[in-house]
């Protein structure tokens, strides 16, 4: 479709307007405001990390940090346990095995956004409102599509003639899940938990509508007072920008190529 | 090949004899099979089941839901902001599908002929799809930004300073602006097309080489064909995302200027979260699932009709 000057062209561009604003934020989140107001787009004058501890002692950041490692972590665990148990149930034949699956998957694209109300009266109603409890539930729920189609791609490329031969060996049901299933699985296993555990921690919508105050509210959440209280001040709000990306892309730079992996949604293995 | 479970009757007729054994093992497939079908039934059927039936009631959370037809549907198309979020609504799911998925075919077809530092490369354009929308949306609501924005500033370097504008504040320009982070990240997509470019086999590429066709005709001819499903399945996930893009909109303009960028995401939380409407909220979340039902039906009639083995 295209030349080597034009792909070499629009994989340049494409990189420039990833990498260039990354750095321009870096750069402004270590400027005084009065230095961002002159001169946007010079290197700072000097490298201070003032607004990083000034973020650190007015806002709540490492509990807004503490929730989201909770709720995402959390959901992911709830996932991949039920990924796992579902796709080697999905390895045995019974009648409703295709329906049962596309039954697991049928929420991939869902708009779920749009399931918002019900679940915000519901929680009300039974004391989940503003709880991490809640919020890891309801990521639970969300993302167990995704995770379970990533998970169900590594269970399916287990050789039969593994679990044949522990099953001639006399290892019943639990016993081949929990000694062969189990065990050959964790690189999947991996793969999709990391997927679905970023997918979780960068999660709004339902974050900011199910909570209510900081003893539950996440990183994502806590962005949104940059725009409203802290409007004044822009060095402090992109400090805080930095400080919520760290986690995901320290994942990423350790375990890229499973980051990656994980986004051809188990296509390749 | 799936693992087969002996069947739990063993003889038909007036005395069954039951193999317990295969009773315990169908019970613990469905016991295995329940963590998961629970978490779909508690937080996607259960509420979609209950978003359709609560929409044609008057229910605000508390008390007996009372039947009131379809009064909050025609009350929403009396709304001028909700019209106006659906229409933003639909742009933006037509962006994703015929700007976004496009765009990163392309970078997974440039990709797949660069050797060199292909993963440095490729490593760089996936981070944006790593870090959270809602990041990358105050990011990019101050490269927009009028005066120390990062968009203004090279424009008016490049001698273009008649170009610069508010970006955000100008209803012609809110709502494109708000999805130019969303088109300009490839990365999930291009590494989505990348996995089915390379399942491609090679002596194809080879045998047309041979043929003398050229670059251009081997992604014509041979990728694009191939690939039709993977391209199918991204447009559906950009199409699921564009109905339900929260964060741009929320960030960057708040839906603003007078709507101009408003989508349905951004129309519930206001009517639930602002108003207190929860009957229109949930007319508006049906509203939303019928057009991704609509939608969905057109990428697969569309992956159907471009069928080239048809």
Known sequence: MIGKSLRWGLIVFLMVVTVVPLLWLLMSSIKTEQELFNSPFSLPRSWSLANYFAVISDQPIFLYLRNSIIASLGATTVILAASLLASYALLHQFRLNKTVFLVLIFGILLPTNALITPIFLAFIKIGLYNSLLGLGLVYSGMFFPIGFLVVKGYVDSIPREIIDAGRSDGAG?????????????????????IFVMISAWNELFYALILTQDSSSQTVQVGMRYFLTTYNADYPLAFAFTVMSMIPTILVFVILSDRVVQAMTLGSLK | MLIEIPRARLREG?????????????????????????????????????????????????GVPKEIGLANFTDLFRDQSFVKS????????????????????????????????????????????????TALALLWYFIFNPTLGLLNGTLSSLGLSKLARPWLEDPQTALWATMVPFCLYVGF???????????????????????????????????????????????????????????????MTGGGPANASSTMSLYIYNQMIVGLRFGASMAASVVTLLLGAVFMAAVFFALRRSDPLR
């Open chain 1, 173 to 193: 049901f639990h016993q081949v899940f929990r000694h062969i299933v189990a065990p050959l699985s964790v690189p999947g296993a991996a793969t999709a938990g």
């Open chain 2, 14 to 62: 007036p005395a069954p004899r039951i193999d317990w054994k295969a009773v315990r093992q169908r019970l613990a497939v469905a016991l295995y099979l329940f963590p998961g079908l629970a978490l779909v039934m508690l937080f996607l059927v259960g509420p979609l089941i209950f978003v359709v039936a609560l929409s044609t009631t008057n229910w605000i959370g508390i």
């Open chain 2, 86 to 133: 659906l229409i933003n609504t639909i742009a933006w799911t037509l962006v994703g599908a015929f700007i976004q998925a496009p765009l990163s075919t392309l970078a997974a077809l440039a990709m797949m002929r660069i050797k060199r530092g292909a993963k440095v490369i490729r490593t760089i354009l996936v981070l944006p799809n790593v870090i959270a929308a």
């Open chain 2, 189 to 251: 997509g291009m590494i989505l097309i990348s996995s089915a470019i390379s399942t491609i086999p090679h002596e194809y590429y080879e045998s047309a080489e041979l043929d003398g066709a050229t670059i251009r005709q081997q992604d014509w001819h041979i990728t694009l064909p191939l690939i039709r499903p993977t391209v199918a399945l991204l447009v559906l996930f950009n199409v699921s995302y564009g109905l339900r893009t929260f964060e741009y909109p929320f960030f």
